[in-house]
């Protein structure tokens, strides 16, 4: 089976960074993907990493840890639209090649 | 572009009633993805299918659910006879082959 766990809620103040980590464990890690989704919103495509690093795009960022199972996104200059929950999946090596999503996590920006 | 296409948007029905989504995928896109979301959780999948056959259905409640993409491009989920616990977000994605999906707005559906 494969578990992904992200903290439930977070807040953060406009102009801030703030860092949201995932941990995950499954057998066949074939990438890592972040969404975001805003409230009753379908969710939006933000990054995918499938080697160790840091992929940079703009001011959303995220790391990769395939040892630790672990990755965290991180956003910058942060902007009160940044407000929404945002989703750690992780695609297995199967044939399917499916994703499984984590419960997301909140993120409330503040003035 | 357009994107991924859903519809009805809301849908409110009472329990044992049976109820059918619609989903067009980005054109091009082979792969199509239904999920569940419950409020308060990430997307669930339910069926994926690439053209017009299933790839995976494993967490499809069959003996309620059922999907169909008969001609590779359009898809309908339908759920019969309906359940409280159907109430949710269903979610439909679409991806060239198994690269990144890109999902539709959803329709919301409450089952009272």
């Known amino acids: 089976g494969q578990n992904i766990d992200q903290p439930t809620e977070m807040t953060a103040t406009e102009g801030a960074i703030v860092q949201i980590n995932c941990t995950y464990q499954?057998?066949?890690?074939?990438?890592l993907f972040w969404y975001q989704q805003h409230a009753g919103e379908a969710p939006t495509f933000l990054s995918y990493?499938?080697?160790?690093g840091l992929e940079e795009k703009g001011r959303f960022s995220s790391f990769l840890s395939r040892s630790k199972g672990y990755s965290y996104l991180l956003l910058k200059e942060l902007q009160m639209k940044d407000s929404a929950s945002y989703l750690c999946a992780v695609r297995r090596k199967t044939g399917a090649n499916n994703l499984f999503f984590g419960t997301g996590t909140r993120l409330t920006v503040i003035p | 572009e357009a994107g991924v296409a859903q519809s009805p948007r809301y849908k409110i029905i009472e329990k044992r009633q049976s109820v059918a989504f619609w989903c067009n995928p980005i054109s091009g896109h082979a792969t199509l993805y239904w999920y569940q979301q419950i409020l308060g959780q990430g997307p669930k999948l339910l069926i994926q299918f690439q053209n017009n056959g299933v790839v995976d259905d494993s967490q499809l409640p069959k003996d309620r659910f059922s999907a169909e993409r008969l001609k590779g491009v359009d898809s309908t989920l339908k759920i019969q006879p309906a359940k409280l616990e159907d109430s949710a977000v269903y979610l439909c994605?679409?991806?060239?082959?198994?690269?990144?999906?890109?999902f539709g707005p959803g329709t919301r559906l409450l089952v009272l």
């Open positions: 499954t057998s066949g890690f074939n990438g």
């Open positions: 990493n499938v080697l160790d």
């Open positions: 994605a679409s991806s060239i082959l198994q690269e990144t999906q890109y």
